[in-house]
């Protein structure tokens, strides 16, 4: 899975629907998400798109856990 700048803001959910987080940044195609994010920090990664750098709270995703990208979210495959 190859992420995009237009992945930014998305949110994460796991297998079960719970959402864990959202898309905090994307660097070098690797998705960084920062875990259960404030409003206002939700808010500010879907207006800055591009400006954003992970930070020490936000975790790169692993390609081999990726289900499904769409336009607004992004799901986690169930562990194996």
């Not at 959910?13 to 994010?37: C, M, N, Q, S, W």
């Not at 808010?43 to 856990?65: S, T, V």
């Amino acid at each position: 899975m190859q992420f995009t700048n237009d992945d930014e803001g998305k949110s994460v959910f796991d297998a079960d629907r719970e959402k864990i987080g959202v898309v905090a940044a994307v660097r070098d195609g690797t998705a960084y998400v920062e875990p259960e994010p404030s409003l206002t920090q939700e808010f500010e990664a879907k207006l800055d798109r591009g400006d954003l750098e992970p930070d020490d709270e936000a975790y790169p995703i692993r390609d081999e856990w990726v289900e499904a990208v769409d336009d607004k979210e992004v799901l986690l495959r169930t562990s194996p």
